[in-house]
């Protein structure tokens, strides 16, 4: 699963990932993305921005973890490590700085993809279930 609210960049890191034969299923929206991490299938990862308007990347794959703890998640961001506080690491999430390349993007997700998703024990962040305000708009 592949989200990003951003058009281009969530139509071209999909053509990357579909040429390297992954089945990419997109959203827009976080709060899109969350309706389907809570009725539909288990995707073989989430692979999503973390600012975005409404519900930001960070909630998502926190969400997503709670559903399938072993869920291998890559975060996407524009921002440096340091500044989105450690917690993607903490987390057992890796995180892609933007920009990134076709190439680093399938690299990352594949490390993802190789090693085990959640540390031993790892307590969600949000145990009460997450809450997303779609009023909030975009940065």
Not at 49 to 78: F, K
Request: net charge negative; with cysteine; aromatic share 2%.
């Amino acid at each position: 699963m592949l989200v990003d609210d951003e058009r281009t960049l969530l139509r071209v890191a999909g053509l990357a990932l579909r040429q390297a034969g992954h089945a990419v299923l997109t959203h827009e929206d976080a709060l899109d993305a969350l309706e389907a991490i809570e009725t539909g299938p288990r995707p073989a990862a989430l692979v999503t921005d973390i600012a975005m308007p409404g519900c930001d990347g960070l909630d998502l794959a926190r969400a997503a973890r709670m559903r399938w703890p072993d869920l291998p998640v890559l975060l996407l961001s524009g921002y440096s490590a340091a500044s989105v506080d450690g917690a993607p690491a903490r987390e057992g999430f890796r995180l892609l700085p933007k920009p990134f390349t076709a190439d680093s993007l399938r690299a990352a997700l594949a490390a993802a993809l190789a090693v085990p998703a959640a540390a031993p024990g790892a307590a969600p962040a949000n145990p009460l279930g997450i809450a997303c305000d779609s009023t909030i708009g975009g940065t």
